[in-house]
């Protein structure tokens, strides 16, 4: 019992570490580059085999490439609001999916496996959002430094089907 105990305690030290490393290292441009690159090119398309599914904390965003046209796939961290979704920009709003959706004036957010129309879509600060996000919610995106985040607003629906926690 003492080693389980040891080895959960090390654990919760270990991510601890992490997301404190994590959150330092989102704040410098040329690591937060770094990070950026390798999400995009490893953990996305790997992430992107379960996201958007049920009982899945990962949303994700369908989009239309401004340029070619295609239609592309991003896994992102979607939290629900009455009337749609509020999305973390960690990396800012220079990425491309967030530029193509915004080019486009729509796409489509899957969550928990249920696909959401959205449009309206409008990037704000952390003041904008403040009071839309659980507490929770709320101090995550303080500790990672976020400050930018997308509004997304559902289409032909009254939102009544999404879960809000708060």
Not at 31 to 56: C, D, E
Not at 74 to 91: C, K, Q, R, S
Not at 133 to 161: C, E, Q, T, Y
């Amino acid at each position: 019992m003492r080693r389980v105990l040891r080895t959960a305690v090390g654990l919760g030290v270990a991510i601890f570490a992490l997301s404190v490393g994590l959150s330092l290292a989102l704040r410098h441009p040329r690591w937060s580059t770094a990070i950026r690159t390798f999400n995009k090119r490893v953990l996305n398309p790997q992430m992107l085999r379960i996201a958007g599914k049920r009982n899945v904390y990962a949303a994700v965003i369908e989009h239309t490439g401004r340029w070619s046209g295609m239609p592309y796939r991003t896994p992102i961290l979607a939290e629900p609001i009455i009337d749609g979704f509020i999305v973390p920009l960690p990396y800012g709003t220079e990425v491309d999916w967030l530029r193509n959706a915004i080019a486009a004036g729509t796409a489509t957010i899957h969550r928990h496996g249920i696909p959401h129309r959205v449009g309206e879509l409008a990037v704000v600060g952390f003041e904008d959002v403040t009071a839309r996000l659980s507490p929770k919610m709320r101090r995550r995106f303080r500790f990672f430094g976020i400050d930018r985040f997308l509004v997304a607003k559902l289409v032909g629906s009254n939102g009544s089907h999404l879960t809000v926690a708060h």
